[in-house]
């Protein structure tokens, strides 16, 4: 069992770019909590296509908007979720989320059990490096790889794009 005490003030924590308009601060990883709770810092830019309606079947996930609005898809429905929205979403619940507003929005993404759920931003930050455009079999494939799973085999959900 490892449970590591740290503090991390405003602006520390290791950061993934993703594509050109998303940053995923790690606040707490599974290797820090025994795997009992990932905390990441989601900041999206203007336009940042998020992530498309999907699931997850071993991991409740969390989100807690900080500022901005954030988009959010929830088991078929779409709502604008303003600063101070808190959303859970159990195993096995589509979910979603994007900002196709005017404005930067930060969220906190809460993940237990973790599973090392830091290493599937890691993927996806290094696909998507150098201004590199994945193919869907990537994307799908490290998606499988930590456990999530899109709502369509080729990832066309409406109105949902990429980073």
Aim: aromatic letters at 10%.
């Amino acid at each position: 069992m490892t449970q590591l005490p740290k503090i991390l003030l405003p602006g520390e924590g290791e950061a993934v770019e993703i594509g050109t308009t998303t940053q995923t601060t790690f606040k707490a990883v599974g290797d820090w909590t025994d795997n009992r709770l990932g905390l990441f810092e989601h900041r999206m830019d203007p336009g940042a296509p998020g992530a498309s309606p999907h699931i997850h079947k071993e991991q409740l996930e969390a989100f807690y908007v900080l500022h901005g609005n954030v988009e959010l898809h929830l088991d078929g429905k779409t709502f604008t979720a303003p600063p101070g929205t808190f959303v859970n979403v159990p195993e096995n619940m589509s979910h979603g989320f994007r900002n196709p507003y005017e404005d930067q929005a930060t969220m906190l993404i809460v993940f237990t059990p973790a599973i090392n759920r830091e290493e599937y931003f890691r993927g996806l930050a290094a696909l998507y490096a150098d201004g590199n455009r994945p193919t869907e079999d990537e994307l799908l494939d490290l998606m499988q790889r930590y456990d999530q799973y899109e709502l369509t085999i080729d990832g066309t959900v409406p109105g949902w794009g990429r980073h």
